[in-house]
């Protein structure tokens, strides 16, 4: 009877670890992906910064809140403004999600650019991390990076450290594995292949 007992004990142990290796290999581990509540804001007190350039905007050079204004399209992502007192600060930058670093560059209308690999709800989608001191950024091309994990600082603003726009963080968010870097696109219809960073940060 012990026998019988301790076997189907065994049996039992052996199926679950059985489960959880194929859980994981198939990707389905919830930790191991990232779900709305586990994003981290890309700044301190980044909601109250969204204030000139939201996600789906339509800019040109006359209706910009921003002067001068060099761009005209649908904005693909979202500003984050720094506050009064801040344009000689180190403002540190934060990982949204978790997700292997595919680019770390220049980038044409951004300065300092930041490219990663996330999965948001269970989604492939690349962040876009514009506007950044690229000096400051630490981190290599296919290193981890962790949720809140300090990517580096904002550029400063009117210098080539963000391609002589103002100081501010552009957050992207593109769905898919392809890498889209465009802060702008032509028609309203192409906004559907991103996604608004700020109703996703909400969630958090």
């Known amino acids: 009877m012990f026998k019988t007992i301790l076997s189907a004990v065994m049996l039992f142990i052996l199926v679950g670890i059985f489960l959880f290796f194929w859980q994981w290999r198939s990707g389905n581990i919830s930790e191991l992906r990232s ?17 000139k350039k939201p996600f789906g905007i339509y800019i040109t050079p006359k209706n910009s809140p921003v002067s001068p204004e060099k761009f005209t399209g649908w904005h693909t992502g979202a500003d984050f403004e720094i506050f009064p007192g801040e344009e000689n600060k180190d403002i540190s930058v934060f990982a949204i999600c978790a997700g292997k670093l595919l680019v770390k560059e220049f980038g044409r209308g951004y300065g300092g650019m930041l490219v990663q690999a996330c999965d948001i709800n269970n989604q492939p989608v690349t962040v876009i991390y514009g506007h950044l001191k690229l000096e400051s950024i630490e981190l290599k091309i296919g290193d981890d990076l962790t949720v809140g994990s300090v990517i580096g600082i904002l550029g400063r603003g009117y210098t080539s450290e963000t391609d002589y726009e103002r100081k501010h963080l552009h957050l992207g968010i593109h769905k898919g594995s392809m890498i889209n870097t465009r802060g702008y696109v032509a028609t309203e219809s192409e906004l559907s292949n991103w996604v608004d960073p700020i109703s996703v940060l909400k969630n958090n």
């Open 35 to 51: 779900s709305a509540a586990d994003l981290n804001l890309p700044l301190d007190d980044a909601l109250s910064r969204v204030t």
